[in-house]
């Protein structure tokens, strides 16, 4: 699961808490990021973290945003 714009957002924190798995957080920010990643503590390791464009980074094959759909 990717958190596209995820930044400093507590998104991430309640899907782990939730038992999610495989989760990375995208974000032009990287000071966002590393708010997250501080708050995370030693769970911040279970993350892959990106700081980049969603217009010009890698993603994997199959990705969903509910907000911004971009063509492939």
């Known amino acids: ?5 995820g930044g400093a957002s507590s998104l991430v924190n ?6 999610y798995r ?5 974000d032009l920010s990287l000071a966002a990021l590393d708010v997250a ?3 995370l503590g030693d769970d911040a ?3 892959h973290w990106i ?7 890698a993603l994997p094959d199959v990705w969903h945003d509910c907000a911004v759909s971009f063509p492939r």
């Open 1 to 5: 699961m990717i958190d596209v714009g």
């Open 14 to 19: 309640d899907l782990l808490a939730s038992g």
């Open 22 to 26: 495989n989760m990375t957080v995208l």
């Open 51 to 57: 700081e980049g464009d969603i217009t010009t980074v």
């Open 37 to 39: 990643r501080k708050r």
């Open 45 to 47: 390791e279970r993350v």
